[in-house]
């Protein structure tokens, strides 16, 4: 079975700092990977996704996620955060409209 | 373009309660997934259509049911609520049919519901 982990429940960071996002799965095949973004009261905003190909996937709003299958891990970078990053971020694997997804890790950006 | 729009927006039910949760897709997709999301946790699957015809189902009891409509929209009910169908509602529609690779979901704003 699929499944998804964010270690991390909640970030803080200051306001210019760099960010990454840990997310872990588990797949029994060539994963799709998903990255969302969710603010309050919204629905998922899509980030970024991998298929297949490079391993390092640009997304919206200057976001980049790297997948490393040998860790498992489809971890989100951003090199320099601004106060409207925060938000609730979901990782997400599979596809086919099925997707698995991680509990959230819920970014704070301070001034 | 329109994304992809849910009715009503937010919705307050009593247990034993019936709910009826709408969905349209973006124009010319032809797939619907709906998903839970409980306060404080990611969204689960609980179903997916294409075509009109059911193409996958998740982990919820025979109290969740949905169909596809001819002009690709959806319903998602659920009978007999609980406190714990307490949740925002997700539709996600996608222009790909299941198992073809790129299938990327766009999410809608969601259903807010509450039982009482």
């Known amino acids: 079975a699929q499944s998804v982990t964010q270690p991390d429940i909640h970030i803080t960071v200051s306001e210019g700092a760099s960010l990454e996002l840990r997310c872990n799965y588990s797949y029994g095949a060539t994963p799709y990977l998903f990255w969302y973004v969710q603010s309050p009261g919204q629905g998922l905003q899509l980030l970024l996704k991998y298929f297949s190909g490079d391993t390092l996937v640009q997304g919206i709003k200057g976001f980049e996620a790297e997948f490393k299958r040998s860790q498992s891990s489809f971890n989100l970078r951003k090199p320099s955060v601004h106060w409207s990053d925060a938000a609730e971020y979901f990782c997400?694997?599979?596809?086919?409209?099925?997707?698995?997804f991680g509990d959230g890790t819920t970014l704070t950006v301070k001034p | 373009d329109a994304g992809v729009t849910q009715s009503p927006t937010h919705l307050i039910k009593t247990r034993g309660q019936h709910v009826t949760l709408r969905c349209s897709p973006i124009s010319g997709h032809k797939s619907v997934s709906w998903y839970q999301q409980v306060l404080g946790q990611g969204p689960q699957f609980i179903f997916q259509?294409?075509?009109?015809?059911?193409?996958g189902r998740g982990n919820f009891p025979d109290r969740f049911s949905a169909r596809q409509f001819p002009n690709y929209s959806s319903e998602l009910n659920v009978n007999a609520l609980l406190l714990g169908d307490s949740a925002l509602y997700l539709c996600?529609?996608?222009?790909?049919?299941?198992?073809?690779?790129?299938?990327?979901?766009?999410f809608g704003p969601g259903t807010r519901l509450l039982v009482l």
């Open positions: 996600a529609s996608s222009s790909h049919p299941p198992g073809t690779g790129e299938e990327t979901q766009y």
């Open positions: 259509y294409y075509e009109k015809e059911e193409r």
């Open positions: 997400a694997v599979g596809g086919a409209g099925k997707s698995t």
